[in-house]
């Protein structure tokens, strides 16, 4: 088993800048691919950026340019920097991983295996 643990949401104004963690423990090496989704109220989860065992990355084109995902396996962590955010960008961020490596595409939740509780993220105009 995997247990995925967020950290790092809040509240800024627009334009701000937030990173958010996501500590892994348990089974980590089956996590050949991990990401972050996100659901707005009233919205399907989406993806955002995932990341594979060789470090390549995929963004969904909305944040393409102002977010970054990274890990440090050695701290069995993952990263998602986000800059220039904006009030669109207001929703639960959910880390996730699975035990497959990811496709060069955004991920629908559905293929996730593991899931963290969520950390909330609200950008003010």
């Known amino acids: 088993q995997v247990q995925l643990v967020e950290s790092g949401g809040g509240s800024v104004q627009a334009g701000g800048s937030l990173r958010l963690s996501c500590k892994a423990a348990g089974y980590t090496y089956s996590m050949y691919c991990m990401g972050w989704f996100r659901q707005a109220p009233e919205m399907g989860r989406e993806g955002v950026a995932f990341i594979g065992r060789d470090r390549s990355t995929t963004y969904t084109d909305s944040v393409e340019g102002r977010f970054t995902i990274s890990k440090d396996n050695a701290k069995n962590t993952l990263y998602l920097e986000m800059n220039n955010l904006k009030p669109e960008d207001t929703a639960m961020y959910y880390c996730?991983?699975?035990?497959?490596?990811?496709?060069?595409?955004?991920?629908?939740?559905?293929?996730?295996?593991?899931w963290g509780k969520g950390t909330l993220v609200t950008i003010s105009p």
């Open positions: 996730a991983a699975r035990d497959r490596d990811c496709s060069g595409s955004i991920l629908v939740a559905s293929v996730m295996g593991y």
